[in-house]
């Protein structure tokens, strides 16, 4: 069993049962083996777990999206995944999975070129509404989708997206797109709580941004609380009615990322974790793929 698979299983084991997974991190056979192990043994039922996943934008042409999906729900080993996300309001030219899985940003590899598909999200999303129909997913749902993108799928989606999973942390509260999603029913999926932690190794602007992790007014309010700062960031997500999906390794982490719910942050201490507000975003196809849809 490889390192992701023992760590999803150590997650379920501990109490986990939110997993969030996609075609582009390339680790799905690796996932469902954790979720596999887990369930044998006996520590939870299928339905127990809420699985997520997400569509890759290769994939985004109507006649793509149904077999996309079933290749995520063949390597995860499962029947169904809870809920299946538009990973980025981004359709890029079609690569065949024999050729290469996942497919990636750039047309050809050894190049920086994306190459986009002639398709509206409309014409996908029509796609996606096939899935709870067959049984392939429980919900659906957008990702990196701003507010004047879900305003417009409102106005023609049959199902409308359960969720809009985007990058919040202090650097990047999102506060109108998390308030208008909240507004119309949408729950609201935080990634990247820790702010430039995973995206470090893409970008010299998250490298020289200093970490909220370490910083030393965060780790004085955490303290208040008896908390770390990534239990604190975490709780500042959780207390706006935010879901947050913490990504480790470490099983002493797994347990603190856990342990969010015996504290409430203070009003006052509220407002200091808001002032970190820099609009500084990391996730942003803009910088590594020329796509700007914040912009």
Known sequence: MGVTAKVVEQAIRVGYR???????YGNEVEVGAGIRAAIEDGVCKREDLFVTSKLWCTFHEPQYV???????????????VDLYLVHFPIALKYVDPSVRYPPGWFDDPTTTTCIPANVTIRETWTAMEELPKAGLAKNIGVSNFNCALVRDLLKYCKIRPAVN????????SQRTLREYCQSEGIA???????ANISFMIFSDFAKNTPSLLEDQKIIEIANKYNKSSAQLL????????VIVIPKTTNENRLKDNL???DFEISGED?????????GWRFADPALFAKFPIWH
């Open 259 to 261: 342990n969010l719910f």
């Open 165 to 172: 999973q985007i990058e919040i942390h202090p650097y990047l």
């Open 18 to 24: 939110h997993i969030d997974c996609a075609c582009d």
């Open 66 to 80: 149904r077999s996309a999906c079933e290749r995520t729900l063949k390597d995860l080993g499962l029947s169904y």
């Open 188 to 194: 609201v999926t935080a990634f990247s709580s820790f």
């Open 270 to 278: 509220m407002a200091t974790l808001d002032g970190y507000e820099r």
């Open 234 to 241: 975490l709780r500042w997500s959780v207390q706006r009615d």
